[in-house]
């Protein structure tokens, strides 16, 4: 299960506003700010933790284990996000049963609770406080897109901090999910993730590719894409075909600020069937530098996005889709 253990290490995806897109909007430098709170939505549920101490200098990351308290099944359609100073991304994931210990946060690796059988789906990311993702309000042929939540949801948040003031800080998080009146007619959107294991940079290596092409429907509509990676790459790209196309959705060349691109009415389709991500990496140091989690000292190479009409979270780990 190592494989998909890295996965939800490993995901630290962009959120985006209803306002459109900028760098800042998609991905933050992990600093956030303010008392972390936010007024409940009127229709949906808010998730809060407890808070938690980061020391000066310390960067760990916590899983907060719980149920969703919405008594009904819900279609979302806004997710907004705040957290206090220290924290560098937060990661909502959906379970079909508690992973942990409910109301527990605890510092360590997320866990799957039940294996192959209670695999986390990625629900919504934020990595800059306050962050705010409204789904499109018209899928093309007049209905919202939304995304369901079932009553009494099993789920973890996932609070990477990383507290680099010189000042222990208690840390807390808070979420929304806002939700359509009940009864409310929507198209079905969830999140579609790629990730790429096993590689390594070598030491002194210049513009080293990385790529991960997989399978993805050519009738999906996409609404929102981006890319993650640390800080030795220099470019991240979404290509629609394989790793020779030239047709390309997105591009960034920067790791902390990638942006994200979102889509709107017409909506982007992958047409050959087949998306590729490709991250391009410097090394400046002697040292190979391994695939992993750490921002610190290894790397990633990552594509996410929203895609519709969908039924469940997508994975593409290696070209297997999950």
Not at 98 to 105: D, F, P, R, S, V
Not at 165 to 170: A, H, K, L, Y
Not at 226 to 243: C, D, I, P, S, Y
Not at 245 to 270: C, I
Request: with cysteine.
């Amino acid at each position: 299960m190592r494989t998909l253990q890295a996965i939800v290490l490993a995901s630290t995806f962009a959120a985006c506003t209803s306002n459109g897109m900028t760098a800042d909007d998609a991905m933050g430098s992990g600093s956030g700010s303010g008392s972390g709170t936010l007024e409940p939505p009127v229709r949906g549920f808010q998730i809060k933790t407890p808070d938690v101490t980061i020391h000066a200098g310390e960067e760990i990351t916590y899983c907060y284990y719980f149920k969703t308290t919405n008594t009904e099944a819900m279609t979302i359609k806004r997710w907004q996000s705040a957290w206090t100073a220290g924290s560098h991304h937060v990661i909502l994931f959906t379970t079909p049963t508690l992973a942990g210990t409910e109301g527990a946060i605890e510092p360590h690796a997320c866990g799957f609770g039940g294996g192959i059988s209670n695999l986390p789906s990625w629900t919504y990311s934020a990595q800059t406080s306050p962050s705010d993702m409204a789904m499109p309000a018209d899928d093309g042929n007049g209905v919202p897109v939304g995304m369901d939540i079932a009553a009494h949801q099993a789920a973890y948040l996932e609070i990477h901090y990383n507290n680099i003031g010189d000042e222990d800080v208690m840390a807390s998080a808070t979420i929304n999910a806002e939700a359509y009146d009940a009864g409310t007619v929507t198209t079905k959107t969830f999140a579609y993730v790629t990730y790429r294991s096993g590689f390594t940079i070598p030491g002194s290596a210049q513009n080293f590719k990385v790529t991960n092409t997989c399978n993805i429907p050519a009738a999906s509509k996409v609404w929102l894409m981006t890319t993650h990676a640390h800080k030795q790459a220099v470019k991240t790209r979404v290509l629609n075909g394989t790793t020779a196309s030239t047709d390309l959705v997105f591009e960034s060349t920067s790791w902390e600020h990638p942006g994200a691109k979102r889509m709107d009415n017409p909506y982007y389709q992958f047409g050959t069937g087949k998306l590729t991500n490709e991250c391009t990496y410097n090394n400046p140091t002697a040292t190979p530098i391994e695939e992993g989690s750490s921002a610190k000292t290894e790397e990633m190479c990552m594509a996410s996005g929203y895609i519709f009409p969908a039924t469940k979270s997508t994975i593409c780990y290696d070209s297997i889709v999950f």
